[in-house]
């Protein structure tokens, strides 16, 4: 094989790069050919120009990440590609995902400052995943009281992503954009009834109009007929005050006043309903 030929070379490269399965980058390139062959790291990136025309057309492509180069499946083709495994991919939870954008964006950040921004308290187990994953890394810790540990990203967050270095990020204005509209409150927009609803108001819409005054006051005497049935009228078991001994001779009960006895001997006993 003639390494001085940039199709020869790109064609090694190609062969590098689909048996390695993951990046490589010029410096690991370069180590894998013996010392009185190996190119010059400008010959590298012109045979990967080569290869990444080549690729033109085809269902993969040449893609340089954090790591270095890879060849990988186009991202058009990934939902039928994706039928190759049967695991499901794995979904991230909105607060582990705000959590990530946070460190991406505003690193070193600490977990203080991640709180402080969302407003709610960062699940332990969020920051765990994410340092399993190896997305994100401690990098140091805040001069200040408690000597928080910072946060950032590292190059597996990058080559997940598909990203090269930091500047790869899409703007924050254009996350904005792809945030959902603001939901109307239901008077500022005709929402439309189910059909369900609609017929069972209709339905009941056609039936004759009960007399409910008179019944809702019927069931309102019924109900406090029943209430009157357990009203105590009998007051016989009460305790009796001993009047000789609590009250002087000669004067009226407190809180009666004189005439008032003969108003209750005189009361009907219906007056005690």
């Known amino acids: 094989m003639n390494l001085n030929d940039p199709k020869e070379l790109a064609s090694l490269l190609e062969a590098y790069l689909l048996a390695s399965g993951k990046p490589l980058s010029l410096e690991r390139i370069a ?3 013996e010392e009185a062959e190996r190119p010059e790291l400008a010959q590298i990136r012109a045979a990967l120009a080569i290869l990444a025309t080549s690729c033109k057309g085809r269902a993969f492509e040449l893609k340089e990440v954090a790591s270095g180069y890879r060849l990988q499946v186009r991202e058009r083709f990934a939902p039928w590609v994706g039928r190759l495994w049967e695991e499901r991919p794995q979904r991230y939870s909105r607060a582990m995902l705000e959590t990530l954008a946070l460190i991406a964006y505003r690193q070193p950040i600490t977990r203080g400052e991640i709180e402080d921004i969302r407003g709610v308290a960062v699940n332990s187990q969020i920051v765990k995943t994410l340092i399993e994953r190896e997305w994100i890394r401690v990098v140091g810790y805040r001069d200040v009281p408690g000597r928080p540990a910072m946060f950032a990203t590292t190059k597996g967050f990058l080559d997940h992503f598909n990203l090269k270095n930091l500047d790869d990020l899409p703007p924050l204005a254009a996350l904005r954009e792809l945030e ?44 406090l007929d029943t209430m009157e049935q357990g009203l105590k009228i009998d007051f016989d078991d009460l305790p009796v005050a001993d009047a000789d001994a609590e009250q002087p001779a000669g004067e009226e009960p407190a809180g009666v006043e004189a005439g008032d006895e ?12």
């Open 31 to 33: 180590e894998l050919f």
């Open 262 to 273: 003969a108003l209750f001997d005189e009361a009907p006993d219906e007056t005690r309903h």
């Open 180 to 223: 959902p509209e603001p939901v109307l409150a239901l008077d500022d927009v005709d929402v439309p009834v189910p059909e369900g609803l609609q017929a069972r108001a209709d339905l009941a819409g056609e039936e004759p109009a009960e007399p409910r005054e008179e019944t809702s006051f019927r069931s309102l005497l019924a109900e």
